[in-house]
């Protein structure tokens, strides 16, 4: 039985335990969820899936986050439903996906970037910015991909293996490549 659909079978217990958890802080649950990494298994998925419910904007049902994934800034992101995270990916910053979504293995999303503006100043200490990442619906992520800041990938999207996204994606596509260019319909 895949995670998704454990997932389903104990959705009455899961928002219990979403419910429960309210009380506690989301200082602490972004702690926790620092704490709660690495723990494999659908243990694992579960306690990442009631502690993001409490921290983010919004996390829709069958959000599946395996080990090892790091949240810069959670509390700036936003999940619809049956999204799943693979291990070791990276997300920073302002990012708001859609429902549907699959992100392989040590896939890299980075809402920040550094400013250089301030010459008197080596460019670690000029301030950052943000620029939202909106992912719409059905998009596959394959893994090691990067998404810079500012992007929109529309629905029906495939990233291929490897991509680094610095433009906004048309729907219905395959791209693919550094910087993902246009492939393919699908
Ligand atoms: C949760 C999970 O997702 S776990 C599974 C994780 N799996 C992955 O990350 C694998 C991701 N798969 C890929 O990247 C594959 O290459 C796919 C799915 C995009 C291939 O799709 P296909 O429709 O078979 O495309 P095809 O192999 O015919 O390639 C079409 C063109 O795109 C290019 N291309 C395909 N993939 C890539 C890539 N990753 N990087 C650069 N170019 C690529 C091909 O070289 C080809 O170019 P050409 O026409 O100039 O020869």
Redesign the pocket.
């Known amino acids: 039985m895949s995670v998704g659909s454990r997932f389903q079978k104990y959705q009455v217990i899961i928002n219990f335990l979403v419910f429960i958890n309210k009380v506690i802080p989301k200082k602490i649950n972004k702690l926790f969820l620092v704490l709660f990494r690495n723990i494999p298994t659908p243990l694992g998925v579960l306690i990442r899936y009631v502690l993001l419910k409490n921290i983010c904007l919004s996390v829709g049902k069958n959000l599946v986050v395996y080990e090892g994934v790091v949240f810069d800034s959670p509390e700036t992101m936003s999940f619809g439903d049956n999204v799943?995270i693979?291990p070791y990916c990276y997300l920073a910053g302002e990012i708001i996906i859609g429902d549907n979504v699959?992100?392989?293995?040590t896939t890299a999303f980075h809402s920040y970037n550094h400013t250089w503006n301030n010459p008197d100043l080596t460019i670690n200490r000029n301030p950052l910015y943000s620029k939202k990442i909106i992912v719409k619906n059905d998009v596959?992520?394959?893994?090691?991909c990067i998404i810079l800041s500012g992007v929109k990938i529309d629905n029906r999207t495939?990233v291929?293996?490897?991509?680094v996204v610095n433009k906004s994606l048309k729907s219905n596509s395959?791209f693919?490549?550094n910087p993902a260019r246009f492939?393919?319909s699908i």
């Not at 699959?102 to 293995?105: T, V």
């Not at 291929?160 to 991509?163: K, V």
């Open positions: 799943s693979n699959s992100i392989a293995h596959w992520f394959g893994c090691n495939v291929a293996a490897g991509s395959l693919a490549g492939i393919k």
